[in-house]
């Protein structure tokens, strides 16, 4: 049921935000916004989520590929667990969906060189994620591996819903540098196709840069739109840092080349969800006026619980954070102990390359180039 006394018509919504502190003060108010009362009950915003995915699903010609960029602040598992109820109920309604996750596309390579110590051919250099079509090689690395994200259990427990559920998921963000991940990779030639505009060809990229957010932006949008082409999917749901939704106004470039903005031009219809977060610098204050339509089409998300995790900190406490924000919720979805169960997906992600370095080959031998369907 949807809780239709929480949504708010948007003069509500501006008078609610000038009670709010400087960081969400500011254009750009939302025709759907929702507060939560309960800072731990994700169902309100679920709600209102899934409402405008239904009505954009029901409106968009089946062509028009529609996407849903879930913004987070990376640190909070509130945020994590709110695409992850999304996700569950998607999956309940018998909703086809492709998950992306704004990570490096060449992460399945660093697993397998570091951790598994494959040698990868030449060939299959930045393609082996092509061969990884539903992410079982990336997801079962991401979780049987020693990387920790941020909302580190939150995280893994949404990467074990997609893997269990056989979501169709991708890391797709630009290949960052494998000697120096401040960086992206210069030789990957999407990488060099989206810098094609920039100055960035001649000097390195630094990847949170002006440039090079703009940059992973481009390789995002193509890698989120040529995938769910592949796999015949209407919906795309795209996890991202809240700034790559609208970018920022005080910085150059961005409100016309952040994810909303390409994903629009590319002939996509967008659903942008927007949180705000009281204790982070990146408020509402920082969304150009530009994009105030934009922002009318998606989700602002009032009042939610903010607690933060980072790498590092106690994962048993993260633990039953999640565990409080599930009850709070409803119990809708599952928790899924992936510490539990590290040296199962070790063997699977091996499991998964070894698949992949064959079926690469076998290719290479039989037509003299990769065959990706």
Same mark, same amino acid.
Not at 31 to 44: A, E, K, Y
Not at 66 to 73: M, P, Q, R, S
Not at 118 to 126: A, D, G, R
């Given at each position: ?88 109920? *998607? =999956? /309940?309604? +018998?909703?086809?969906?492709? #998950? ?8 399945? %390579? ?126 795309? *749901? =795209? /996890?991202? +840092?809240?700034?790559?939704? #609208? ?8 409100? %016309? ?117």
């Amino acid at each position: 049921m949807m809780h239709d006394a929480m949504i708010k018509t948007v003069p509500e919504a501006q008078a609610f935000l000038k009670n709010l502190n400087a960081s969400y003060s500011g254009k750009g108010d939302s025709s759907h916004f929702v507060n939560c009362p309960n800072p731990f009950d994700q169902r309100p915003a679920a709600d209102l989520i899934l409402y405008r995915i239904i009505d954009a699903l029901s409106n968009a010609d089946e062509n028009t590929p529609v996407v849903v960029l879930l913004g987070e602040l990376h640190g909070v598992s509130a945020h994590v667990e709110l695409q992850h109820l999304v996700a569950t109920r *998607l =999956q /309940q309604l +018998g909703i086809k969906f492709t #998950f992306n996750f704004e990570t490096p596309n060449n992460t399945i %390579e660093t697993y397998a060189k570091t951790h598994m110590g494959k040698s990868i051919p030449e060939y299959l250099k930045y393609h082996m994620s092509d061969y990884d079509r539903e992410g079982k090689a990336i997801l079962s690395a991401q979780m049987g591996f020693a990387y920790k994200p941020s909302s580190p259990v939150a995280k893994n427990n949404l990467y074990a819903f997609c893997y269990k559920n056989g979501i169709p998921t991708q890391f797709n963000d630009a290949a960052l540098n494998p000697d120096n991940l401040f960086f992206l990779d210069r030789e990957n030639e999407q990488n060099q196709r989206a810098t094609a505009k920039y100055e960035s060809l001649v000097r390195d990229l630094h990847a949170t840069g002006f440039d090079g957010q703009a940059v992973r932006n481009l390789v995002i949008v193509e890698r989120a739109l040529a995938h769910a082409k592949r796999l015949g999917i209407q919906l795309i *749901l =795209q /996890q991202c +840092g809240a700034a790559h939704i #609208f970018g920022n106004q005080f910085e150059m470039k961005w409100p %016309e080349e952040a994810l909303c903005a390409r994903f629009k031009k590319a002939g996509a219809c967008v659903i942008p969800v927007f949180s705000a977060v009281k204790n982070h610098y990146y408020g509402i204050n920082m969304v150009s006026p530009n994009c105030a339509e934009d922002l009318k089409k998606g989700v602002f998300i009032g009042f939610r619980d903010e607690s933060d995790f980072r790498q590092g900190d106690d994962p048993e406490e993260e633990k039953e954070h999640i565990y409080k924000l599930r009850e709070e919720s409803g119990n809708e979805t599952h928790f899924n102990d992936v510490a539990a169960s590290q040296e199962k997906y070790k063997r699977l992600a091996e499991k998964q390359v070894d698949g992949i370095l064959i079926k690469a080959k076998q290719d290479m031998f039989r037509y003299g180039r990769l065959i990706v369907s």
